[in-house]
Each structure stands twice: as structure tokens, then as C-alpha cells.
């Protein structure tokens, strides 16, 4: 047995432990008290959990496994719903009091948090008994806060830090670059240390020193831990220059037969924004210090919410609260959320204001006039398809969704004519009284432009340029199993650094599950209705793709037909469909190859 099984198996027995203590308490007191604790046992046995999966993805990585990186990403996105809703019936069948008195809730939010508040985890425990708290009381228009509890002067570990100083005396070399490399301490060897070194340092020297008033380079920082998600490793730092500057530093790692070998340095603020892109399925970091992990990714990124670091290293539920902390922040000080311009959403009803980096959305009860795709699945329905799409590997091409469940909203964060038709498209899911907005489910993306919008205002090179993003978005999709029926690029953005992203779910299907079928091998003027007008589920004619995108200019249409002319077939679809089929993994591009090292004799 795994020292972490019996780590697991230990919090099991306490979790039962805990449950019968409660079962058998009489007291009404003692019981709100021994609730507390029964929430904080579970708590730490899902803790326990959460912390193994950075280093079960470091075997996976270690040892050339890229379908268990893809089921340990799964199973860690879905380890906190799992626990919630396992545990939120159990705990109300034992006391039933919890959903009957909101009294109760209050008196054991102040025992849960006397028992929390010196704890490093403290906001993920808090937030953890409030999911707990939001599932008893589903359907009760009950909402609950999303929030920390107040900071703490002890908080354990709060002053540690959460990465190494290498010095550099004014010149790197590369036996400071070989101490770097091996910071994540891998079990399995490098293929060339000292050539990868080389190699790095040959890439890095003409950025630190090509200019003649370059400042001298003090020290490389290095967070202690490695980076892992898919089938790569990333090594994660910044050059630290005598003037105060920065220099983003990020080494791309992989694992091949003959070992370990780095094979692209990012360096640019545009490429690691794009790596640590939400769009991409969370990142393993094998430390426990979260919060100075995301004060770091922050000084590479100073210009992404600092809410969405906590979610690139897979505290979603940290990065929850701390976005809608950031937006309730931005509205104290004067802003109002109101209808999002451009054209509105035929199902999601879309709202922010400009200052805001967040694009929040809810369901329509129906959807406008311009829904095409028959009869209208619901508000549950469409909501659910959001939510897949938060819960898988969004290849870099499709934006998180970070949901709240049973949320309250203060009335003056919307202006009135938003609240009004919020309250007339959304009745069944919104409910306004003195005391707030009460929301069933919000949801809320990180703001970009419309793709129709950008063309609007873009160069001949720019709209060439996202029309070639455009297709990559597509392709990436698919090969995650990602298929949206409406073609329309309304449905597409364009972010702060050029990349499109699809952003809206309401007609995504599994790509396994669509017909491809074309209309290519009929004779002009054919007038007979084609075989596949009679089959069932859904149709899609890949020659059609470029006037589903209802792109308004020719440049463009031209563009996207010249730059994606694979996508037009149906044997590009067919392809990508046999190997989904066959559990083939897809390799994602996640850094341009621009970056990438070039080939030694070592290789």
C-alpha cells in the first residue's frame, strides 16, 4: 500500500467516524458542533486527495502515459463535485435541520470557521462547506455566499515562498541553467542535461544581453515544483535584472524513450499567456503553496485577472470566489453590469460593463426567435452543456466557464433596464426582491471580442491572421470531440493576444456523434433530395462550413478558405472521427514553434 492510500484510507475512517459521532448526538448544540466537525473530516479526506493528483500526473509524465494524464485531469475536476454531491444528502439525512433553519447554518459557520481560520487551506475549506451548505438547500432559493472567510495573521505557511533564487553574478552559464532544469526533481533522467542547458542558454543570452544597455542579470527565480498537464512538463520562472525588471522564463519539457529533454523556451508574455490559457485543461503543480504560486504567474502576467491563475492550477473553486470578488470590487467603485453590446444571444442573455475583464451570462426561459435547432431542451438542458465544456480539456480553443449555483447579487451592481430584462427572459431562474438578485445559475467567461466585431475594424494581415486562428480553434475542438452545429462566427471571439475561441455551448455536440455527409459527388442542377435529408441526428456537409460562418466579408471568407482548405472536406472529419474512435490522444500545439529548441546531435 501507497503511503498515500493510507493517507486516503486513514481520512475514510475518520469521515464514518465522524457520521456515527453525529448520528448519536442528542443535543441540538453539540450537533450543529459535531456537524462542524463531520464537514471538516470530509473536507480533509477530499484535501488529501486533491493534493496527490500533481504527482500522480508527474508519474503519468514520468513514465509516457498520456491516457492517465487525461483521466487524472478528469477525475481531478470532477473530485470536488463528487464530494459535494455525495455529501450534501448524507449530512442532511443525519440533520435534517440544516435545510429547515437558516439559524442553524449561521451558528455552524461560526464554530467551521473557528476551526479553519489559522489553516493555509482555510478559503478552499470555507468554500467547500458553503457548496456543501448550497447543495441542502437546491430549490429553496436559498442563495449563499461566495466568499473567505476574513485572513488570519497565522495563517500557516502565509510567509513561505514558493520558489528557489539561483544567483547569477551578473552572467548565466549553464550550470546554473542544469540546477534549474532539474528544480522539479524527476525520477527518470534527462536525455542531455548539459546539452539542454547549452542549447537553452544559446536561445536565452542574445534576449538577456543583445542590447548594449542591457541590465546586468542578478538571479533566474524558479517556482519549486514542476508544471505538468498533458503529455508535457513545464519548468517555470523569471530572470530578475539589476534594474528591477523582469524576463519571463518557461521551459517546455518532454519525455521521450531515451529520457527527459526540454524542447521550447517561452519567453514572450503573448505565449505564456496562451499557455496558461483557462481554455486549457488545468495545470499540475506539485507544491501546496496555491496563493504564491498565483502571485508569481501574476508577475509574468500582470494583465490576466488574477482570479483566473487560481483556476489554471485547478483551484476552481479558489479562483470562483476571488472572480467574484474582482467584479464586485470594480462595481463599488461606480460601474453597473448592463446588457453586453452587439447582437444578442439567441439563448444566453449576456451582461458587464466595460471595465469589467468578465463576460457574465444566464439562460433565457425561451430562446429567440432566431433558434434554429428545433425544440428548445431547457434551461437545465443548456446549462449542463456549459458545464461539460468546464469539465474537459478545452484545448486551448474553448472558454472556461466558471459557474455559481444559488448566488446572490446586491440590485445596484445592474442597472435597472439589465434587471428588468433579466427578470422578463429568465423569470424561471432570477429573483429580485429588496434584499438582492437571487441567481439559480450564473455564468460567468473571460471577456473578448466578437469575431464579427474584430473583422469590423481588422487590417488585411490581422484578418488573415484570425481567420488561420479560426481554423485551428475548429480543429482543436474536434480533436477534444468538440463539435458546434451552429457555424456561425458570431459564436467565436477573438482574445487579448490574437487566438480565437469558441464561447458559446448551447448547439456543441460530440463530434463522434454527427453525420458528416456531403453533397459534393451531385450533379449541378440534381434536384432529388439527398439520401442523408432522411437520416436522424445531426447532419453536417463540411462544404457548407464556409457559408455557415456567415462571414460578411470577402477577404475574409476568402481568407478562411485558403488558409483552412482541410476543413472543407469530409475526409479531414472523417479522419479526425476515426481516430476519437479508436481512443487515439491528440497532440495539442500549446506553444508556437517559434519557440521550440533547436535540434542537436543529441537528438
Request: hydrophobic fraction near 40%; proline fraction near 5%; charged fraction near 25%.
Amino acid at each position: 500500500m501507497t503511503a498515500g492510500s493510507t493517507e486516503r484510507s486513514a481520512a475514510a475512517t475518520l469521515v464514518e467516524a465522524a457520521y456515527s459521532r453525529l448520528a448519536a448526538c442528542t443535543d441540538h448544540a453539540s450537533r450543529i458542533a459535531k456537524t462542524a466537525q463531520l464537514i471538516l473530516t470530509v473536507y480533509d479526506e477530499f484535501y488529501v486527495q486533491l493534493c496527490e493528483y500533481p504527482h500522480r500526473a508527474q508519474r503519468a509524465f514520468e513514465t509516457m502515459d498520456p491516457h492517465a494524464s487525461i483521466r487524472i485531469s478528469q477525475e481531478r475536476l470532477e473530485l470536488y463535485s463528487r464530494y459535494i454531491a455525495a455529501h450534501g444528502p448524507r449530512i442532511l439525512a443525519v440533520f435534517p435541520a440544516l435545510a429547515a433553519d437558516p439559524h442553524v447554518w449561521d451558528a455552524l459557520d461560526r464554530l467551521f470557521m473557528a476551526m479553519i481560520v489559522d489553516r493555509y487551506d482555510a478559503d478552499i475549506a470555507f468554500s467547500f462547506a458553503h457548496s456543501i451548505r448550497r447543495n441542502i438547500s437546491r430549490g429553496l432559493w436559498r442563495p449563499v455566499a461566495y466568499s473567505f472567510p476574513p485572513p488570519s495573521k497565522l495563517r500557516a505557511f502565509s510567509m513561505a515562498s514558493v520558489h528557489r533564487r539561483l544567483r547569477a553574478n551578473g552572467r548565466i552559464n549553464t550550470k546554473l541553467l542544469c540546477s534549474a532544469l532539474q528544480v522539479p526533481n524527476f525520477s527518470v533522467p534527462f536525455r542531455d542535461l548539459q546539452g539542454d542547458a547549452r542549447r537553452i542558454l544559446q536561445r536565452v543570452e542574445p534576449l538577456l544581453y543583445g542590447s548594449p544597455n542591457a541590465a546586468a542579470v542578478l538571479a533566474l527565480d524558479v517556482i519549486d515544483a514542476g508544471f505538468f498537464r498533458d503529455r508535457s512538463a513545464f519548468l517555470v520562472g523569471r530572470w530578475v535584472l539589476a534594474d528591477d525588471g523582469i524576463v519571463p522564463f518557461v521551459v517546455a519539457l518532454l519525455n521521450g524513450p531515451q529520457g527527459i529533454y526540454a524542447d521550447a523556451v517561452l519567453h514572450r508574455v503573448s505565449d505564456i499567456h496562451d499557455l496558461f490559457s483557462s481554455a486549457l485543461a488545468n495545470f499540475h503543480v506539485t507544491t501546496r503553496l496555491y496563493y504564491q504560486t498565483c502571485v508569481f504567474l501574476f508577475s509574468l502576467m500582470p494583465r490576466r485577472p488574477f482570479g483566473h491563475h487560481y483556476s489554471t492550477i485547478g483551484y476552481n473553486h479558489v479562483g470562483k470566489v476571488a472572480i467574484l470578488n474582482e467584479i464586485s470590487e470594480q462595481v463599488r467603485r461606480g460601474h453597473r453590469l448592463q446588457r453586453s453590446p452587439g447582437v444578442p444571444g439567441t439563448v444566453a442573455l449576456g451582461f458587464t460593463f466595460d471595465e469589467c475583464a468578465y463576460h457574465l451570462k444566464v439562460i433565457r426561459d425561451q430562446p429567440t426567435n432566431s433558434y434554429k435547432w428545433g425544440a428548445y431542451p431547457g434551461v437545465a438542458a443548456v446549462s449542463d452543456k456549459y458545464r461539460v465544456v468546464h469539465e474537459i480539456n478545452r484545448a486551448g480553443s474553448m472558454l472556461d466557464n466558471v459557474m455559481y449555483y444559488n448566488l446572490q447579487l446586491d440590485r445596484d451592481m445592474f442597472d435597472p433596464a439589465l434587471l428588468d430584462e433579466i427578470c422578463r427572459q429568465a423569470a424561471g431562474s432570477v429573483q429580485v426582491d429588496r434584499a438582492g438578485v437571487y441567481l439559480r445559475v450564473l455564468i460567468v467567461q473571460l471577456k473578448i471580442v466578437p469575431l464579427p466585431v474584430f473583422l469590423q475594424t481588422a487590417d488585411d494581415n490581422a484578418t488573415r491572421a484570425v481567420m488561420a486562428s479560426l481554423g485551428h480553434c475548429i480543429r482543436n475542438n474536434a480533436a477534444t470531440n468538440i463539435f458546434n452545429k451552429d457555424l456561425d462566427s458570431r459564436n467565436y471571439g477573438v482574445g487579448r493576444y490574437g487566438r480565437v475561441f469558441l464561447f458559446d455551448y448551447d448547439a456543441v455536440e460530440k463530434l463522434t456523434d454527427v453525420k458528416i455527409r456531403s453533397n459534393a459527388d451531385r450533379e449541378p442542377g440534381e434536384e432529388a433530395v439527398p439520401d442523408w435529408f432522411f437520416e436522424e441526428g445531426v447532419i453536417f456537409l463540411p462544404e457548407e462550413l464556409e457559408h455557415g460562418m456567415q462571414l460578411k466579408s470577402s477577404y475574409a471568407r476568402r481568407c478562411f478558405r485558403e488558409e483552412n482548405f482541410d476543413l472543407l472536406g469530409v475526409e479531414y472529419w472523417l479522419d479526425v472521427q476515426r481516430k476519437l474512435q479508436r481512443g487515439e490522444v491528440p497532440q495539442l500545439l500549446m506553444y508556437p514553434d517559434s519557440t521550440k529548441l533547436e535540434a542537436d546531435g543529441a537528438k
